[in-house]
C-alpha cells in the first residue's frame, strides 16, 4: 500500500509519533512531508486555480509533489497538534490551496480509490475541532472513507507520554490499521460527497454554464451517466 503522510508541523513531536504508529501498522510504502518545511506559501487569493487551473496556481512548483504524492497514494494521512482548538496553520494553508478538488468544481476520480484518516494530538482539548478542519477536505475530495484518530496526550513531547497512553496510542492505530487493510482496493464515495456532488450536478442543468467547472464536468461525463466514483 502506497501511503503519504502530511505533517502539520515541521517537528517529530506527538502527532508524528501517532501517524507514523499507525502508517507502520498499516504497512507498505511511506511517503512523508512535513510542513512547513516542504511547503510554506499561503494562499494568495488570486482565483488563478478556480479561473483556470490548480497548475496555474502561483506555487504550484512547490505544491505539486505534494499534490502528485496524494493523487499516487491508496492511504492519505494528515496529521496536526492542537494549535488553539484547530489544525496548524501551516495545515490549513496547504489545504487551503486545493479548492478545486472539490466534488463542487472539479473533483479528481482517484480519490474514489482511497482511505485517510485524520490524526490529532492534545495536551488538553480541541482534537475533534482539529481533525474536523482536515476531515472536511479529504471528504469534500470524494476520499471514500475517512478515518479520525485523536489522543489526548497529556504531554508536549513524546518521551513525556505516560505508558498507558502510549499502549492506547499502539492498541488504537492496530485496530484502525486492520480496518484499512480489509476495505482496501474499494471503490466509492463519501455520503457528503456524493450528496453535493448531486446538488451541483443538478445547478449545472439549471443555472448558466460556469467555465471552466462546467466543461470539466462535461468532458467527464458527468453531465449523463458518469460519476467521479466510477471512473
Known amino acids: 500500500m502506497r501511503i503519504v503522510i502530511i505533517h502539520g508541523q515541521s517537528h517529530e513531536g506527538s502527532t508524528c509519533l501517532a501517524a507514523r504508529t499507525l ?3 498499516v504497512g507498505g510504502e511511506i511517503r512523508e512531508f512535513f510542513l512547513p518545511r516542504d511547503f510554506d506559501k499561503p494562499c494568495q487569493g488570486c482565483y488563478a486555480c478556480f479561473k483556470t487551473e490548480l497548475s496555474r496556481c502561483p506555487h504550484y512548483d512547490a505544491l505539486a509533489p505534494l499534490a502528485e504524492a496524494m493523487l499516487k497514494a491508496d492511504l492519505l494521512i ?6 488553539v482548538y484547530h ?4 495545515m490549513m494553508s496547504f489545504l487551503d490551496h486545493f479548492g478545486t478538488w472539490w466534488v463542487i468544481h472539479r473533483p479528481m476520480p482517484e480519490m474514489s480509490r482511497k482511505q485517510a484518516v485524520v490524526v490529532a494530538t492534545a495536551a488538553g482539548g480541541g482534537i475533534k475541532s482539529t481533525m474536523k478542519d482536515m476531515a472536511d477536505s479529504l471528504k469534500m475530495w470524494g476520499v471514500r ?9 497529556q504531554a508536549t513531547k513524546p518521551e513525556e507520554i505516560p505508558a498507558g497512553i502510549r499502549r492506547a496510542i499502539d492498541r488504537k492505530t492496530a485496530g484502525l490499521a486492520r480496518r484499512i487493510q480489509k476495505n482496501a482496493g474499494k471503490r466509492g464515495c463519501n455520503v457528503r460527497a456524493k450528496g453535493w456532488f448531486t446538488l451541483m450536478r443538478l445547478a449545472h442543468k439549471l ?4 467555465e471552466p467547472d462546467y466543461g470539466y464536468w462535461e468532458r467527464q461525463g458527468w453531465h449523463g451517466k458518469g460519476r467521479p466514483w466510477r471512473a
Do not use: I
Open 23 to 25: 502508517a507502520r501498522q
Open 78 to 83: 494528515l496529521a496536526s497538534p492542537v494549535y
Open 87 to 90: 489544525a496548524t496553520g501551516a
Open 145 to 153: 472513507r475517512v478515518y479520525r484518530l485523536g489522543f489526548g496526550v
Open 207 to 210: 443555472a448558466a454554464p460556469m
